[in-house]
């Protein structure tokens, strides 16, 4: 188990850093030059070389590079030209508010779809099955900025049941964010719920026609415990994996979002320094979305072998 | 009613009369469709007494397994019993609700599947899912019905029970497996134990053991035992009792050696001549075939649903469907013409023919393919950080053999021995990685790819699996046409043409020649892969197991439809199987192969009987042979073939052998001792000393009687 752990921290590591190249190289070709952005169109051209010595754009590629990742991993993740305030702290603020979000879509999301994707499967090709099958496609095609609106037309405008904006002061502590989260949380969780829906679904069709599901019954125990025993153990597996791979989605999800309800969270921090051409805080923010999704994929995998001991013994 | 035959008294017959203890009387089983409601099991008795075993054989659409699963109730949802009576020690199972029926799951009535490894959890240890049984049924704690796991499991003679108990599924054999199963079915005693096709999946050698462990059971368990199997073999050596099914109901029924040896229904009769007779000679024969195929319940005729297949049909058998009736004692038939059904050994003479082998005179025929010291070594993958050497599987270790030409080369040997990787390695599929392969006396280059084309289309290949072999989008015609236009440079009428011959000489009508493969049959879709391995004319066809996975009677007339195009166009074949009846019923020479090894190798009589090899001696003892009165050798493997991996020392073969001899099988490998004839085996044992242990031959004289 550890030499398997070992071995996938190792791809994690490699994964981090094909995808920090990538994520400076991208950001280098973007237009626009920076020093232009920063100074205005009216600077003189000796101002702008000052500032291109100063943030380190005169350098070959690859020591830039090289320096940006040995800062990166140290810790200094540089000061956003743009707000001019060091970027580290107003990263892990954004992050905190979008792992709010994420949290409560999850805690949505995922026991609902598990729960749903069951009763599908056990009550499967009846009334509720298609029901539950159709209504989850309808959600899949359904982009965020879409149901977003359609949730904040009912709900807010229409019922008044939850604010339309979610523009809190990023600092709000999850208590009082969170009348302000609900219904972004639900427009992130629709399109993974679907997800979520069909792969439990599918996958528990296929392990209650498993001959092993077979033998459990006729060993004569109860319906529930043969559920909960032989099936679940199962059948979860390509769900959890399913979950994981989500996070991405998720991540994509909380921009679009994030935007929908001008909420204070990294997806927007993201467009905001996409908007600004903020490379530092660019590079910063997109790296650490790669990390958490790679983490959050190695989690997965574990998890998937610590249920599956073919994988385990390897 | 008494018969107007004389019947012999049923051995059975003892002192105290046995307890009927399942009692089926009159059973329908319906499923609802998509096609309206079908009949699958019509009108069905049997009875099964404590102590006894019942055989259920039928070929794949019989409805064997839904009859034994609809009995104790356990059917898909859209399956009903509609009608009749399941009684087990007297209690009606019809009537009980579903809490009563899991209190008999489990506790009175016990199930053993086809596939052991497919029927237990992946991921739970094996300890756990066995003592599951004891702690719904025998309200153990965990403790105590872990200790009775290991208690069964020793009583199947599982070795190390202890360690077996926390292992996962994956990691055992089949053969140890298959034991978990039957000790987790028979952990309660119960009164039922129903096994269906135990034994199929295993390979023939760990099979053997298993019955024979099911056989020493029946002695010490009083269950009464449901058999379900389609090999008329297997229930020799296991059942008292045979009730012959087809499409849906019983044609006969018969204490097992009355069933064998005086056959009251056609339906059998035919049966047992698809199988190949063990009898080695250099003469062939054509087997029993049954023409056309097993109606679907939804379109039975309207006479005797077997009349439209039958040889002994007359206008009145159209008519009215007979009952199964008494024909003697204790024997059932549903022919109405079972007076005139003729002794197995008289039908086989009538309906079957020899074959004109051409003349089989020693060294008459030329050598087609040499194969020449043969190795296919694998590298093995690396560890990242571990296993740092690399290790080698040597699939084929130093193969040498030749095919002469029109013959027919077997090779047997159980799953892991090599044996498909030899033909693979003579048609280029996977590279040889040393040795020498020619053709006609030119040499051939390892792979595929840099053969010349025209040594592309001498060898072709037939599958095991023709559902994956041919393309489900590509029409049969397409298929066949294929390696005309591409090897035989025909342009595509005359393409179209030839296929549609080959069609006719592989006996399919030739409107099949627009069908999908998903249209066919699997007897119809592998008659299509021999055809258009025919297509190319080869000189050499390689069948890798292309009869295993289909029916006994589809089977009998495969071998039939390969010999008869053998002799028209003087083909060689390579056939492999693990099945020794058909190798030694269509192959003039034989090759043994254990561990990518020869361990046998010679004219198909001479391998089969002594002197043998010892691996050759312990499959024949294994294989189980559709006739009562033979006797076989008590001769069982243990274990399963090592990896390739690990190949032992000296001879490879002596970490299993019955016949080993000591420090000289570990140390030496052994010389190539010769034969009469061309007949070679591997061996310390001289071969006079072999032949002397195996004095006593296979097939005993018919006269003594089952055991």
């Known amino acids: 188990m550890l030499r398997f752990i070992l071995r996938r921290l190792g791809f994690m590591v490699v994964t981090v850093i094909l995808a920090s190249i990538i994520i400076f190289w991208a950001t280098t070709i973007l237009p626009g030059d920076v020093a232009t952005m920063v100074l205005g169109r009216y600077a003189t051209q000796q101002a702008k070389d000052t500032l291109r010595t100063e943030l380190g754009l005169d350098k070959p590629i690859a020591v830039q590079y090289t320096t940006w990742l040995g800062k990166y991993v140290r810790g200094d993740w540089g000061t956003s030209v743009s707000t001019d305030t060091a970027v580290r702290p107003v990263v892990f603020q954004r992050l905190r508010n979008s792992f709010m979000l994420a949290i409560v879509a999850f805690a949505l999301y995922v026991p609902l779809g598990i729960l749903l994707g069951l009763i599908a499967a056990l009550r499967r090709n009846t009334w509720v099955d298609n029901a539950i099958s159709v209504g989850s496609l309808a959600f899949i095609g359904l982009p965020e900025f879409v149901s977003g609106v359609i949730l904040i037309t009912i709900f807010a405008v229409q019922l008044h049941w939850f604010p339309a904006q979610s523009a809190i002061d990023p600092q709000s502590s999850f208590v009082a964010a969170f009348p302000y989260l609900i219904l972004p949380a639900i427009t992130v969780a629709l399109t993974s719920l679907a997800y979520v829906i069909r792969m439990t679904r599918s996958s528990t069709v296929d392990v209650l026609q498993m001959d092993y599901v077979r033998t459990a019954n006729l060993k004569g125990l109860s319906p529930s415990r043969v559920l909960f025993t032989h099936v679940l153990r199962n059948s979860l597996l390509p769900t959890i994996t399913v979950v994981a791979i989500g996070i991405g989605w998720l991540i994509g999800g909380l921009i679009v979002t994030e935007a929908v309800y001008a909420y204070p969270g990294i997806g927007r921090l993201l467009l905001f320094a996409i908007q600004r051409r903020d490379l530092q805080l660019i590079q910063s923010t997109a790296l650490l979305i790669v990390i958490i999704y790679v983490v959050a994929n190695l989690v997965a995998d574990i998890l998937y072998a610590v249920l599956n001991p073919r994988i385990r013994y390897n | ?707």
């Open chain 2, 1 to 707: 009613m008494e018969a107007t035959t004389p019947v012999q008294t049923p051995p059975a017959a003892g002192p105290a009369a046995p307890r009927p203890v399942f009692e089926v009387e009159g059973l329908h089983i319906d499923y609802t469709t998509e096609l309206g409601v079908l009949h699958a099991v019509r009108n069905v008795s049997l009875t099964v007494h404590e102590h006894e075993s019942f055989g259920i054989v039928g070929e794949s659409g019989s409805g064997k397994s839904t009859l034994a699963m609809g009995a104790i109730r356990y059917l898909a949802s859209n399956g009903k019993v509609t009608e009749g009576s399941v009684r087990l020690n007297g209690v009606e199972l019809l009537g009980l609700s579903s809490k009563e029926l899991r209190e008999l799951w489990g506790s009175r009535i016990g199930v053993v599947y086809q596939s052991p490894l497919s029927a237990l959890n992946p991921s739970i240890v094996i300890g756990k899912q066995l003592a599951e049984v004891a702690r719904q049924h025998l309200g153990m704690d965990r403790a105590a019905a872990l200790a009775r796991v290991a208690e069964m499991l020793a009583k199947v003679a599982m070795p190390d029970p202890e360690a077996v108990i926390k292992r996962y599924p994956h990691q055992l054999s089949g053969g140890m497996l298959q034991r978990c199963v039957i000790a987790m079915a028979l952990m309660t005693d119960p009164s039922l134990l129903i096994m269906d096709e135990p034994t199929t999946a295993l390979d023939v050698t760990t099979q053997a053991v298993v019955l024979d462990l099911v056989a020493d059971l029946k002695r010490e368990f009083a269950s009464a035992i449901l058999y379900i199997t389609h090999d008329l073999g297997v229930i020799t050596k296991i059942c008292d009792r045979v009730g012959v099914m087809y499409a849906g109901e019983f044609m006969e029924q018969a204490e097992l050696h009355e069933l064998f040896k005086r056959p009251r229904h056609p339906y059998t009769l035919d049966l047992l001549g698809c199988v190949p007779h063990f009898d080695p000679t250099p003469q062939k024969r054509s087997l029993v075939t049954i023409p056309g195929a097993i109606p679907r319940v939804d379109e039975l005729p309207p006479g005797c649903i077997f009349a439209p297949r039958c040889s002994f049909v007359e206008p009145a058998c159209t008519t009215a469907r007979p009952p199964l009736a008494e024909v003697g004692e204790a024997h059932l038939s549903a022919c109405r013409r079972w007076r005139i059904v003729p002794p197995p050994e008289e039908h086989l003479r009538a309906a079957t023919e020899a074959l004109a082998t051409a003349e089989t005179a020693e060294g008459g025929k030329a050598t087609l393919v040499e194969v020449d010291d043969v190795l296919v070594h694998f590298k093995a993958a690396r560890g990242l950080i571990r296993n740092r050497e690399q290790r080698l599987i040597r699939a084929v270790d130093g193969v040498s053999l030749d095919v002469r030409s029109g013959e027919t080369l077997g090779i047997v040997g159980e799953s892991g021995s090599g044996k498909t990787t030899v033909a693979r390695a003579i048609i280029g599929l996977t590279p040889a990685t040393g040795g020498k392969i020619s053709l006609s006396g030119r040499l051939l280059e390892p792979s595929t790819g840099r053969r010349p084309r025209s040594s592309l289309r001498e060898i072709q290949m037939v599958f095991q699996n023709p559902d994956a072999s041919l393309n489900p989008t590509r029409s049969v015609g397409d298929a066949i046409m294929r390696p005309l236009t591409l090897l035989g440079g025909l342009g595509r009428q005359a393409a179209k043409e030839k296929a549609e011959n080959l069609l006719r000489a592989v006996s399919l009508p030739a409107s099949y020649f627009e069908r999908l493969p998903h249209e066919l049959s699997g007897g119809e879709k592998q008659r299509v892969a021999i055809a258009r391995a025919f297509a190319a004319e080869p000189q050499l066809i390689l069948c890798d197991e292309p009869i295993s996975s289909l029916d006994v009677s589809v089977q009998g007339s495969l071998m039939n439809l390969l010999m008869r195009l053998q002799l028209e166009q003087q083909t060689s074949y390579v056939f492999i199987s693990h099945d020794l009846s058909a190798v030694q019923h269509l192959s003039d020479a034989i090759a043994v192969v254990y561990l990518g090894r020869i361990m046998e190798l010679g004219d198909a009589v001479r391998v089969l009987t002594p002197p043998s090899h010892p691996y050759t001696e312990a499959l024949l003892s294994a294989v189980p042979l559709a006739d009562p009165d033979v006797k076989q050798k008590p001769i069982r493997l243990s274990g399963s073939v090592p990896s390739a991996m690990d190949v032992p020392s000296g001879c490879r073969f002596h970490p299993r052998c019955p016949r080993f001899l000591g420090d000289i099988c570990v140390e030496q490998e052994p010389p190539w001792r010769e034969g009469e004839g061309e007949h070679r085996i591997y061996c310390h044992i001289p071969l006079d000393e072999l032949a002397r242990l195996q004095a006593e031959t296979l097939v005993l004289n018919p006269e003594e009687g089952g055991a």
